[in-house]
Each structure stands twice: as structure tokens, then as C-alpha cells.
């Protein structure tokens, strides 16, 4: 009888371990983990007048991995390399996740227009660009117009005035002063156009009235050529540089890879600055893994001032070249501050 009670005290206490660890498994904790992702060829995923690149070589898109950390990720994540976790509110502040996603959308569509830009200049090609008023990024819970404005909602006039950049809108609301009453006209989601009406706040860390929306414009760009990307399912402005490059190769059709595999990051603006990004260390993985010879690295810097204030700060080049020594990478990271300077390293390439 004894032996039978122990019999089925170590089955009950091996059932609550499985549980238990089951549990741990799937219990979700207020953190992501950030990963390697994948580094992908633009070639299967950018078309110009209906044909995609044919040249030889390969420009490689990287990403990085994100997913819900569980009780178990939490756990495990100093064990496991290059994987880090990033606390919710780091990530996606006081969004939701399906706002984050559609701010990466948003993100991505700009960082397409501006790639274009940039291509068609260098290639010498017509174009125009529209702008078609501005998107709502975020709206801080101090806002008045928290309930009102969502993400993706595009912001057409201030008080019946028109603006067409989030300068213009700025500029409306610049001598207007807090508790003053103003009337949003905005556009949805599902193209509808309605009117809401808040009062100015006096917004965060600065002496200016606002409504308390964090503002990004929504451009669009007309060539005679037509480009298209067919990204449904990445998001953010991180492969705005090597959208300008494949782009600028097939426009020009200059075998600018000269046969090599080019991967990087960083953001594209319209002038051809390129920008910092995060997770670099694991992009430089995920590029080795797809077999890069060489990475581009934006190669920001800070100010004088910012340096002091930050004294532990390291460009996006250096944490490439920290990350690639430290998992004993192959790649040759190359550091970019334009465009322009990642188009010279790729001809003077043999």
C-alpha cells in the first residue's frame, strides 16, 4: 500500500513538472526577443517594368527576428546567442502591437519612395513627387485626441487649413496657443473623411502647443517607369539603402555587384544620407548565414555634445564589426554615410 501511494505521488509530481514547464512554454512575459531574421535577394522581390534583375551578383536585403518572449525565453535567453530582450515598451512604447506593425508598414512605404528617389536621380530619370497630407504615427495618452486619431489615419487640415507636410500642419498650430479648440480633418483607414475637434496641449520636453500626435508625411512618387516591391509581410525604414542600390543597378543596368553578394542596412533619406537602424549585430549573422562577402554599415556619428551626454554610445559600423568578431564572420563590414559612398566601394570592386 505504501509503495502504491509513492507510485502515485511521483506520477502526480512528474504530471506537475510537464505541466509546469508546458505552461512556461506558452505563458507570455512583457518582453521580445530580438534575433537574427533572415537576408534575402531584392532580385525576387523588386520588379522594374515588369522584369526583374537579371544581372549577376546579388543585393541582399537583412531582417531581424522578432517574436513574444514566454516564461521559458526569459529564462533561457542568457544561455542562447545573439538573441537579446527587449522589453515591450522598448519596442513598441504605448502602442499596441497591431499599431506597431502598421507604423513598420508606414515606415516601409516611405523608405520605397525615398529609395526611388534616390535611384532615379542617380540614374538620371524623370520623376515627380506628390505629397498627399500626413500620417499619424502615434498619439501620446496626454492628447486629447488619444480616442480620436489611430495610427494610419492621415491628417488632411488643421482648422480647415490645408497642409500637405507635417511642417505645414506644425506651422498652422505654431501661434495658437494651449486650451485653444481645433478642428482635425482626417481620412481613415477605409478612406472616409470626417472632422474631430480637441483642445491644444502643451507638448512633452518643449515650450511649443500641439495636439499631441507624432506626425510622418505620406508621399508618393510618378515616373514613367514602373517600379514595384512586393514586401507584404516586412515592415520598417531598415533596407531603404539597398532598395536605392538595386534599384539604381536595374535602372542604369550597371553590374554594380560585379558578380559579388552585397548585403546590408540602413535607412535611405531623399538627399542619399544614410541612417542608423536597429539590431545590426544580428543582421550581420543573418547576412553570413546567406553567404555576403561584403555588408554595408551605416556609419552615423554623434555630435560634441551628444558624446558627452552619451559617453558609451557605438556607431551601427561598430557594432557590425563587434558582432562580426565575435561570431568570427567572414564578411567584410563597410562603413556608409551616403549612398554615394557605398556606390564608389561597389566600383572600385574587381
Not at 70 to 82: E, H, I, S
Not at 160 to 183: A, F, P, R, W, Y
Request: net charge positive; glycine share 8%.
Amino acid at each position: 500500500m505504501k509503495k502504491f501511494k509513492q507510485k502515485k505521488f511521483l506520477q502526480y509530481f512528474l504530471l506537475g513538472v510537464i505541466l509546469l514547464v508546458a505552461a512556461c512554454t506558452v505563458i507570455p512575459v512583457p518582453y521580445y526577443l530580438e534575433m537574427p531574421g533572415t537576408a534575402e535577394s531584392l532580385k525576387d522581390y523588386m520588379s522594374v517594368n515588369g522584369k526583374r534583375d537579371k544581372l549577376n551578383g546579388e543585393f541582399l536585403m537583412t531582417t531581424v527576428g522578432i517574436r513574444q518572449a514566454t516564461v521559458a525565453n526569459y529564462l533561457m535567453q542568457p544561455f542562447v546567442k545573439n538573441t537579446d530582450l527587449v522589453p515591450k515598451k522598448d519596442l513598441i512604447g504605448d502602442n499596441s502591437y497591431k499599431e506597431y506593425e502598421e507604423i513598420q508598414m508606414i515606415d516601409m512605404k516611405n523608405s520605397q519612395i525615398q529609395a526611388m528617389e534616390v535611384a532615379l536621380t542617380k540614374a538620371d530619370k524623370t520623376y515627380t513627387i506628390t505629397n498627399e497630407g500626413v500620417y499619424v504615427l502615434n498619439v501620446i495618452k496626454e492628447s486629447p485626441f488619444t480616442r480620436k486619431l489611430k495610427t494610419g489615419d492621415i491628417i488632411i487640415a488643421i482648422d480647415g487649413q490645408k497642409g500637405e507636410t507635417s511642417k505645414d500642419l506644425i506651422n498652422l498650430l505654431k501661434d495658437k496657443k494651449v486650451g485653444s479648440e481645433v478642428t482635425v480633418t482626417f481620412k481613415n483607414f477605409s478612406g472616409k473623411t470626417a472632422d474631430t475637434k480637441g483642445k491644444l496641449i502643451k507638448l512633452p520636453n518643449t515650450k511649443r502647443s500641439g495636439i499631441g500626435v507624432t506626425l510622418i508625411d505620406k508621399i508618393d512618387i510618378k515616373t514613367a517607369d514602373k517600379i514595384s516591391f512586393n514586401l507584404e509581410e516586412v515592415g520598417g525604414p531598415s533596407a531603404g539603402l539597398m532598395f536605392s542600390l538595386e534599384l539604381y543597378a536595374m535602372l542604369s543596368q550597371k553590374e554594380l555587384t560585379k558578380g559579388h553578394i552585397i548585403a546590408g542596412t540602413g535607412t535611405i533619406s531623399s538627399d542619399g544620407a544614410v541612417g542608423p537602424i536597429g539590431g545590426i549585430d544580428k543582421k550581420v549573422v543573418a547576412a553570413e548565414k546567406a553567404g555576403a562577402e561584403f555588408f554595408f554599415a551605416p556609419d552615423d556619428e554623434l555630435t560634441k555634445e551628444e558624446k558627452k551626454e552619451q559617453p558609451n554610445w557605438k556607431s551601427n559600423y561598430q557594432e557590425a564589426v563587434e558582432s562580426a568578431k565575435r561570431n568570427k564572420l567572414t564578411l567584410q563590414v563597410i562603413p556608409v554615410k551616403t549612398f554615394d559612398d557605398a556606390v564608389k566601394f561597389l566600383n572600385n570592386l574587381p
